[in-house]
């Protein structure tokens, strides 16, 4: 079923950057240690194609991102620097780090800077009317730049000013890995290839229904995993022991089969699990053949049968979704149900697209992220579109596009 939005947006092909200040809102929230090194830079790295095709249309870029949850104020610990230096290393152009975000200052230093360079602002979460959506802050931003390039998936579910209120100020459009986003989920929610297989894991079910409730319209097969799972099992009348429940949502959830039962869509629930006694990484694993866990266990995982049954449906789908692990992953004694669903979409031949932190940290742990035709960089952003719902940041858009 078509979803009820557009997901149609400008790109970089449709505004002319020579000459132009182009300010770019980045995603640079990213990992560190205590000392404050960037453990991770994938983010800035999916950065660099945008950046790189401005600098070579003849644009300035001029980067703006968040940084933590510095709630309006200064916190050194959430300055940009590292990330300027890592982004200079990257992409062999000379980086400008700026000390603010907005004011005159910025702009002057902005006028001063290489124009053949990459300007980077400072976190601009240290003002609170970037979370507030503020107008006044979004044309202290936007006169930072002559054209607004969103270049930042991962925040666009967020009606902030310097997602959306920029977007509303200048001439904009997606940059190269927002329009990359946009076309993938475009493929898993408008015309998808059929058999359709979604795979959801995660703690809480309350966190998924409504995306349950979207994908039952499109998908020909759930596969549900992970402590979300015990709800829709004790739902169905079986034992689940000490393990994850949330009894408010049992009705919800029996409204749901019942969609998919209406739909003819296959609801796979684990038929067998790997448990403990308590919550603990090195707790004893202990093997529960059937659907019901006993009263002193808690299920951490899916059983080897559960794992070849979701396998066999994966391994046959022409479209894959998966957000969020089958068990407590980060363990080793419950990571297999996830090792095994996560081997299965990589060798899928048909279009696979994977969203939220943990499959993707999941997958990257496996070594097996080249195999997926994409990886969202955004988990709470690709929730709202498998949901339905168009994201503010593209919405901003649709209504501004080329001036």
Request: aromatic share 4%; charged share 25%; proline share 5%.
């Amino acid at each position: 079923m078509a979803p009820e939005f557009s997901l149609v947006t400008p790109t970089l092909r449709d505004l002319d950057l020579k000459g132009k200040r182009v300010l770019v809102r980045v995603d640079f929230n990213v990992p560190q240690d205590a000392s404050g090194a960037i453990t991770d830079d994938t983010r800035i790295r999916a950065a660099l194609p945008t950046i790189q095709e401005i600098l070579k249309q003849g644009g300035h870029p001029i980067l703006m991102s968040h940084l933590g949850r510095p709630k309006g104020k200064v916190v050194e610990a959430l300055r940009l620097v590292p990330m300027g230096e890592r982004l200079e290393e990257l992409a062999g152009v000379h980086v400008t780090k700026l000390d603010d975000c907005i004011g005159a200052g910025v702009v002057a230093a902005i006028a001063r800077a290489d124009p053949k360079g990459i300007v980077l602002l400072e976190n601009v979460r240290f003002h609170d009317g970037d979370e507030k959506s503020d107008v006044e802050f979004a044309r202290e931003l936007a006169a930072n730049g002559d054209v607004f390039v969103n270049d930042a998936f991962g925040s666009s579910h967020r009606d902030h000013a310097s997602v959306c209120g920029v977007a509303r100020l200048l001439p904009s459009c997606a940059g190269l890995l927002l329009e990359r986003e946009i076309a993938a989920f475009k493929r898993v929610l408008e015309e998808p290839e059929l058999p359709y297989v979604a795979i959801l894991g995660g703690a809480k079910i309350s966190d998924k229904l409504a995306v349950i409730d979207a994908l039952l319209d499109r998908v020909t097969t759930l596969l549900v995993g992970g402590g979300m799972a015990y709800t829709l099992l004790a739902a169905n009348g079986y034992r689940v022991g000490k393990s994850l429940v949330q009894v408010d949502q049992v009705d919800a959830v029996k409204r749901a089969l019942a969609k998919a039962a209406r739909l003819k869509v296959e609801v796979c629930l684990p038929e067998d699990h790997v448990c403990a006694a308590a919550f603990g990484e090195h707790e004893k694993a202990v093997a529960v053949d059937g659907p019901d866990i006993p009263g002193d266990l808690m299920g951490l995982d899916i059983g080897p049968k559960t794992r070849a049954k979701f396998a066999s449906r994966i391994r046959t789908a022409k479209t894959v979704v998966w957000n969020g692990p089958m068990g407590v992953f980060e363990w080793p004694s419950f990571r297999d149900g996830t090792a095994a669903v996560g081997q299965a979409v990589a060798a899928c031949a048909g279009y696979t697209v994977i969203g939220g932190g943990d499959s993707v940290a999941a997958i990257e742990m496996l070594g097996l992220a080249s195999e997926i035709k994409h990886i969202s960089t955004g988990g709470g952003a690709s929730l709202e579109l498998l949901e339905g719902t168009l994201l503010p940041g593209i919405a901003a858009l649709q209504r501004a596009g080329p001036h």
